[in-house]
C-alpha cells in the first residue's frame, strides 16, 4: 500500500504505516487494511457529511456539502432529488476508504515536506486524527440555530406561523 521500507531505517524502524495507523486512531486495525479499497462503508452512507467531519476529513465533508447543497438546489421532483441523493451516498459510501486515505496522505506528504521525522509526524497525526464527536455536535447545533433564525425570519416577512409553513 505504501512505499516506506527504505525510510524507515532513518527513523529506528518508523514507517508511514505508523503515522497512518496513529493518524486512524482506535480503529486502525480494522480501518487500516481497507484504506485505498473500493469497500462500502455503512456510516458514510447514512450521513456522509458527518461521517467525514467525525472522520477529520474537513475538506471531504465541504466537497460533499456542496454536492448535496447543489442537487437541492436543481429545483427538480423529490422522486428525481431522491434518487440522486441515493445515488451520491452510495458512492461516497463505496469510495470513502479511497477518500480517507487521500485525506491522510496529504497530511503526511505536507508534514513530510516541512522536514518533520516520522517520530515527530506520529505525534501529529494521533492528535491531529483519530475522530471528533465534539465537532459533529457543534456542526449540528450550529445548522438548528441557523435554520432555526431563517424560518424565524421566514414567519417574520411573510406572516405565516410554524403550523402555516410545515402544512403547505
Not at 19 to 27: M, T, W
Not at 121 to 145: C, D, F, Q, R, Y
Request: proline share 2%.
Amino acid at each position: 500500500m505504501f512505499e516506506y521500507e527504505e525510510e524507515s531505517a532513518y527513523y529506528g524502524g518508523r514507517t508511514k504505516e505508523d503515522v497512518v495507523r496513529a493518524f486512524i486512531g482506535r480503529k486502525a486495525s480494522v480501518m487500516y487494511p481497507k484504506l485505498g479499497l473500493i469497500s462500502f462503508n455503512p456510516f458514510t452512507f447514512i450521513s456522509p457529511i458527518y461521517y467525514f467531519i467525525y472522520r477529520k476529513c474537513y475538506i471531504s465533508a465541504a466537497i460533499s456539502y456542496g454536492i448535496v447543497y447543489a442537487l437541492q438546489s436543481l429545483s427538480v421532483d423529490n422522486s428525481t432529488y431522491g434518487m440522486l441523493m441515493l445515488i451520491f451516498r452510495i458512492v461516497a459510501a463505496t469510495m470513502f476508504y479511497k477518500i480517507y486515505q487521500w485525506e491522510i496522505m496529504r497530511r503526511v506528504d505536507k508534514w513530510t515536506a516541512e522536514g518533520k521525522t516520522f517520530e515527530e509526524m506520529e505525534t501529529l497525526a494521533s492528535h491531529k486524527g483519530g475522530t471528533s464527536i465534539l465537532t459533529v455536535i457543534i456542526i449540528l447545533v450550529i445548522e438548528l440555530i441557523i435554520t432555526y433564525i431563517f424560518y424565524a425570519l421566514i414567519m417574520g416577512a411573510t406572516g405565516y406561523s410554524i403550523y402555516d409553513i410545515l402544512t403547505i
